[in-house]
């Protein structure tokens, strides 16, 4: 199993600003990813980040939008930039393999 | 045509009750099943894998029917503590997982 952090836990933010949130790994994993669950919604992948390599973004994602960092194995950081209230919604880190997958608890962002 | 679909619910059942959820996917090549269950407010936790075969986890049975293309899980004796929205996820390749939108579960005394 995988225990994951994430951090903030929630945040408030204005519109135009950017938020970066953590993603810790208690163990180093291969593939790291992002997903967003907007209210009463299911989860989205956002992009697969890969240690030493640019991330992967699913269709309708963008880094300029959603840039990543993936420095080591067990770190990653999504950024979201230039938000706007359509944003809100709650951003989850996962790790996983071919038998399962292991979730943060997420971090709940409020676009003002 | 979305990747993986499921009804929204919520199915609505008393305790004790069976209840059953359908889960179809679209991408012929994909190569792992499972069922997530999602608390509110909370992160998403593996339930069980689906193999083939079909497999069994005490009240609960998933099933994969890859000729149509669909899963199931299946709840017998409904408690009041599987009230959650179950997700169903499908992994394309090996690692890239797929969600559904969730199904609702409300389970009253």
């Known amino acids: 199993s995988a225990v994951i952090s994430q951090k903030p836990s929630r945040d408030i933010c204005q519109r135009g600003t950017s938020l970066t949130i953590q993603c810790q790994v208690d163990s180093q994993v291969t593939m790291m990813f992002w997903y967003r669950q907007q209210p009463g919604q299911s989860l989205t992948l956002i992009a697969t980040a890969n240690q030493g390599s640019e991330a992967t973004y699913e269709s309708g994602f963008v880094i300029d939008k959603f840039p990543i960092s993936r420095p080591n194995l067990t770190f990653s950081t999504l950024t979201v930039s230039n938000m706007s209230p359509e944003d809100s919604s709650i951003y989850l880190c996962s790790v996983g393999g071919v038998d399962t997958q292991y979730f943060g608890p997420g971090t709940r962002l409020t676009v003002l | 045509r979305k990747e993986v679909e499921q009804d929204p619910g919520p199915f609505n059942v008393p305790e004790g009750a069976t209840v059953a959820f359908n889960c179809t996917y679209s991408?012929?090549?994909?190569?792992?099943f499972f069922w997530y269950r999602q608390d509110c407010r909370k992160e998403p936790k593996l339930l069980m894998s689906?193999?083939?075969s079909g497999n069994e986890d005490g009240r609960f049975t998933a099933q994969l029917n890859r000729a149509s293309q669909y899963i199931s899980l299946l709840i017998r004796d409904s408690k009041l503590s599987d009230s959650a929205t179950y997700l169903c996820v499908v992994k394309r390749g090996s690692y890239i997982p797929t969600f559904g939108r969730g199904t609702s579960l409300i389970v009253h005394p």
């Open positions: 689906v193999y083939s």
């Open positions: 991408n012929s090549a994909s190569q792992s």
